[in-house]
T-cell receptor, first 115, second 114 residues
Framework: AQKITQTQPGMFVQEKEAVTLDCTYDTSDQSYGLFWYKQPSSGEMIFLIYQGSYDEQNATEGRYSLNFQKARKSANLVISASQLGDSAMYFCAMSPTYNFNKFYFGSGTKLNVKP | DAGITQSPRHKVTETGTPVTLRCHQT?????MYWYRQDPGHGLRLIHYSYGVKDTDKGEVSDGYSVSRSKTEDFLLTLESATSSQTSVYFC?????????????FGEGSRLTVL
């Protein structure tokens, strides 16, 4: 069975500092995709970044990077130079790449950026 | 903008009444999904569709049914709503290419069952 664990229900970070949001996963699939989504207080879900299990390089998208450690089954999101607008819920998700109809989400981390 | 609209966006209903939520997409994507979001649980898959009249259950499908008679519309029905179905419901489609498959979400429908 697939499982996504986000152990940090809430976090604070000072504006302009970097922050790491933890995500571990459990799967028996050899090929899978890892995703991060942002949910601001307005409620919409925003796709941030994707990492394939066979990608050798860590994914980056602007200020977002995904620290992928396959052996440890972790896919942490790193946000550099935090901004007030980064305050939101963040969800880690996983899907087998052969079967993109199954996405499994973690319970989320609420990030608060302090001015 | 992924071209997904959900209706209604907010609904309050009473226990035992039927409720239908509609998801409409303009992207002509094959896969559509219904998720529910509850505090402490993230998003959980209710049902999904992989084509017209082709649907399957997710992890929390009890009490829900779906229908997809056209590519662009995916309906979620609560035949007899219960208080445990009070939640925020999200529709999603797969938007990206073959190698990514990221989900794009609608704006959500907040359902309150009294």
């Amino acid at each position: 069975a697939q499982k996504i664990t986000q152990t940090q229900p809430g976090m604070f970070v000072q504006e302009k500092e970097a922050v790491t949001l933890d995500c571990t996963y459990d799967t028996s699939d050899q090929s899978y995709g890892l995703f991060w989504y942002k949910q601001p207080s307005s409620g919409e879900m925003i796709f941030l970044i994707y990492q394939g299990s066979y990608d050798e390089q860590n994914a980056t998208e602007g200020r977002y990077s995904l620290n992928f450690q396959k052996a440890r089954k972790s896919a942490n999101l790193v946000i550099s130079a935090s901004q007030l607008g980064d305050s939101a819920m963040y969800f880690c998700a996983m899907s087998p790449t052969y079967n993109f109809n199954k996405f499994y989400f973690g319970s989320g981390t609420k990030l608060n950026v302090k001015p | 903008d992924a071209g997904i609209t959900q209706s209604p966006r907010h609904k309050v209903t009473e226990t035992g009444t039927p409720v239908t939520l509609r998801c409409h997409q303009t992207e002509n994507h094959r896969y559509m999904y219904w998720y529910r979001q509850d505090p402490g649980h993230g998003l959980r898959l209710i049902h999904y569709s992989y084509g017209v009249k082709d649907t399957d259950k997710g992890e929390v499908s009890d009490g829900y049914s779906v229908s997809r008679s056209k590519t662009e519309d995916f309906l979620l029905t609560l035949e007899s709503a219960t208080s445990s179905q009070t939640s925020v419901y999200f529709c999603a489609i797969t938007g990206g290419g073959v190698n990514t498959g990221e989900l794009f979400f609608g704006e959500g429908s907040r359902l309150t069952v009294l």
